[in-house]
């Protein structure tokens, strides 16, 4: 089983900045991609940023110069630093894994979402 468990949210004035982490555990054979994502009340989820396992990343476009997704060497922590922040990037976070199982079994896997909220 695979666990995420996200930090990092909380309530910032526009401008400000926030780091996001997103740990990883369980027993998994390869992370093929990591990923947040956020929803805004009433709205759907959309992607805010993506990392490869080769580390190739992808940006929304509202958030492109201002977010930076990264990760640590042993793979096992997913990061969303956010700077400049505006207050449409409120909304709940989640971070994402495209995982392959020991049974080559490739799944995805949500973490419980953290909130951030900004303020003008």
């Known amino acids: 089983q695979v666990q995420l468990v996200e930090s990092g949210g909380g309530l910032v004035q526009a401008g400000g900045s926030l780091r996001l982490s997103c740990d990883i555990s369980?027993?998994?054979?390869?992370?093929?991609?990591m990923g947040w994502y956020r929803q805004a009340p009433g709205q759907q989820r959309d992607l805010v940023a993506t990392?490869?396992?080769?580390?190739?990343?992808n940006y929304a476009g509202s958030v492109k110069g201002r977010f930076t997704i990264s990760r640590d060497s042993a793979k096992t922590t997913v990061y969303l630093q956010m700077n400049s922040l505006k207050p449409e990037d409120t909304g709940v976070y989640y971070c994402k894994v495209d995982v392959t199982a020991i049974s080559r079994v490739r799944t995805n896997y949500w973490g419980q979402g953290t909130q951030v909220t900004v303020s003008s």
């Open positions: 369980g027993i998994i054979f390869s992370i093929n991609t």
């Open positions: 990392m490869t396992s080769g580390g190739s990343t």
